[in-house]
């Protein structure tokens, strides 16, 4: 008799829990793991007098170097990230966000197309207000542009802070970048 009354609860309690949902698009099946430089280099953006420590090309690629021989890769760690201060402060003249021409020199298609040789995947930071947490142009107002932009350049995942916008606007923002991301066509993770 219990143990028909458990086999009820239980039977009850499995259809009022939901399952769980997901994407079936081949992404973030296991957690994401990787490289990101903020905790170390943050907005480091004085190459000149301190290179070894400055966001840079040079910094990310060696990072994948080091990803791949170290045994990081081998491990799981798949993705080298950009986090915020790499952009030029303003956007190119068709409305795009650019890489910062001085330390990113071959531009951000360059260097997925370095990353992704070493099997890993790149990862970038925007902002889904006007301006980043460091006051580098957000993607408000840019995100279909800044979608595109992401697709172009072969980006795989993409971290979207929050800063500069209403709290009341968030959701609508991160819900405009993922719409415009899918519209290109192109997987990309999302990490907000």
């Known amino acids: 008799m219990e143990t028909g009354k458990l086999g ?11 399952a769980a949902v997901a994407l079936d698009n081949g992404l973030a099946l296991t957690p994401t ?5 903020w905790e170390r280099f943050t907005c480091n953006t004085d190459c000149a007098t301190d290179p ?5 090309e040079r910094l990310y690629m060696q990072m994948a170097d080091v990803m791949v021989k170290e045994g990081w890769k081998e491990a799981g760690y798949e993705y080298v990230c ?3 201060c790499w952009p030029s402060h303003q956007r190119d003249a068709r409305g ?3 890489a910062d021409p001085n330390r990113f020199p071959g531009g951000i298609k360059k260097l997925a197309d370095y990353i992704h040789s070493k099997g890993l995947k790149l990862g970038i930071y925007a902002d889904v207000g ?5 006051g580098y142009p957000g993607s408000l107002g840019y995100y279909e542009t800044d979608a595109q932009t992401f697709a172009d ?3 795989d995942l993409l971290k979207f802070d929050g800063c500069f916008l209403d709290r009341s606007l968030l959701a609508e923002g991160y819900m405009n970048m993922s719409k415009a991301l899918n519209k290109t066509g192109e ?4 990490l907000m």
């Open 33 to 37: 793991m990787g490289w990101l430089h």
């Open 52 to 56: 070894a420590n400055c966001i840079s």
């Open 153 to 155: 350049w072969d980006v």
């Open 187 to 190: 997987k990309h993770l999302v």
């Open 8 to 18: 009820l609860v239980l039977a009850v309690m499995g259809l009022l829990c939901p």
């Open 130 to 134: 006007k301006n980043t947490c460091a």
């Open 96 to 98: 795009r966000l650019q």
């Open 82 to 84: 950009i986090d915020d």
